[in-house]
């Protein structure tokens, strides 16, 4: 069996979108195995305020995240 990870999963996450559909089902997946997932949205103006879609860990506006930050603390 593989390590836990802390994962960044970045994409879009509302309801409206298709791809937050495909993403909800493989961060759902991948904490289901142990892995931490955190979703940073991708989204930008109107659409970032739509709610979020429900996670299995924190959900984060991408541009609040630094390059850093990710890199340090991410799988």
Do not use: K, Q
């Not at 879009?12 to 931490?36: D, K, M, Q």
């Not at 930008?44 to 995240?65: I, K, Q, Y």
């Amino acid at each position: 069996m593989t390590a836990p990870r802390r994962i960044a999963w970045a994409g879009p996450w509302n309801a409206r979108s298709a791809i937050a559909a495909f993403g909800g089902l493989v961060v759902a997946e991948l904490a289901g195995r142990g892995h931490e997932v955190e979703v940073f949205r991708t989204e930008t103006g109107e659409m970032l305020d739509l709610p979020p879609r429900p996670a299995p860990g924190p959900v984060s506006p991408l541009a609040d995240a630094s390059p850093e930050a990710l890199a340090r603390d991410y799988d």
